[in-house]
């Protein structure tokens, strides 16, 4: 799936994708970020907006 349009995306299609790159090419969110060139602090911020935040431990965006 494509990261291009990320700010275009709708924040739960965004979660998945980001929650799946996570998973099978990233080992840490600024990674993905430097992949993908991502504005960090504005995928946390859209996708806390759906009540999820980045954990570094498990690698992933969970419901907090």
Do not use: W
């Amino acid at each position: 799936m494509d990261l291009s349009n990320a700010h275009g995306l709708e924040s739960g299609i965004l979660l998945g994708i980001i929650n799946e790159k996570l998973r099978l090419e990233c080992h840490s969110l600024e990674e993905l970020s430097s992949m993908y060139e991502l504005d960090t602090q504005g995928v946390q911020d859209k996708l806390s907006s759906l009540g999820y935040q980045y954990d570094p431990l498990t690698n992933q965006f969970k419901s907090f």
